[in-house]
């Protein structure tokens, strides 16, 4: 989520900024994190990188034009070559050659079933659960200041360390002699930062897999140009427009940024 409203905001604001001067960008966030596979995922995500690996790396390399091993072989080293382009670090090397493997495996796979979806035609919450999930591990060496960091952290994930459970699961421990029981003490809200973060987090996760984004809700208004040219679809109900229940929203939102406003919160991206 640090991740995803960072980049998505920073995108958004350059946008707006643009406008200011009669300008329009190109849309670089899309809802990501609502696609159903790795391939929609890298139409959604920082969509003027993808068009740039993929004109200027993909395409040249031969693409999809000399078989299907070899466009699987292209699209490995196109994102490699993405994840070096944010940082030389073995991190950013382990980055790209995960998401590459992910987009083999989901090319592959089509190919396979003979299927034209990206998802594969599997139920849709399975193809979103399996895609976030892919996402959010290979956020970590992509996150993490090092390599070493990034292994430990998914051995942690894993269990590795030991897991926490409530004192009521301490029979788990008995039945599961392979798992090490590290707090009998558990308070999941202790543990997330309290329940304001709880409710932050949840809300966040809410507005980023549920809500329509910006160029959705302003979509008459042309914020940004869209990059297939197709028009994003509209939800009727919450597009803008000038009403007072967007004014009192607008305001809302104002409010909580000039409470917030002298926390401090660090760029990720200035490195890029």
Request: charged letters at 10%.
């Amino acid at each position: 989520l640090q991740i995803y409203f960072d980049f998505s905001g920073y995108s958004d604001m350059a946008i707006g900024l643009s406008l200011m001067f009669c300008l329009r960008l190109p849309i670089n966030f899309n809802s990501p994190y609502q696609a159903t596979s790795i391939i929609e995922f890298w139409k959604r995500w920082h969509m003027t990188l993808s068009r740039f690996l993929r004109d200027y790396l993909y395409i040249p390399l031969g693409g999809g034009r000399m078989g299907w091993p070899r466009r699987l072989l292209n699209l490995m080293i196109v994102m490699i070559l993405g994840g070096l382009w944010h940082g030389a670090g073995w991190q950013f090397l382990l980055w790209g050659g995960l998401h590459g493997a992910y987009l083999v495996v989901n090319h592959g796979g089509r190919l396979a079933l003979g299927c034209r979806q990206p998802d594969m035609a599997m139920p849709r919450f399975l193809g979103w659960a399996i895609t976030f999930t892919a996402v959010i591990v290979a956020w970590v060496p992509f996150r993490a200041a090092d390599l070493s960091t990034a292994l430990n952290l998914w051995a942690s994930m894993a269990g590795l360390h030991g897991i926490s459970v409530p004192g009521a699961l301490r029979a788990v421990g008995e039945i599961l002699p392979m798992v090490r029981i590290a707090s009998a003490d558990f308070h999941p809200f202790v543990i997330l930062g309290g329940y304001d973060n709880l409710m932050v987090m949840g809300a966040a996760l809410a507005i980023a897999l549920w809500m329509p984004n910006v160029y959705r809700l302003i979509d008459r208004r042309s914020p940004a140009l869209a990059v297939t040219g197709a028009p994003l679809p509209r939800p009727f109900a919450l597009t803008w427009s000038p009403r007072v229940i967007f004014a009192v929203a607008l305001m809302i939102v104002v409010g909580f940024c000039l409470v917030i406003n002298g926390q401090g919160s660090p760029f990720l991206y200035f490195q890029f």
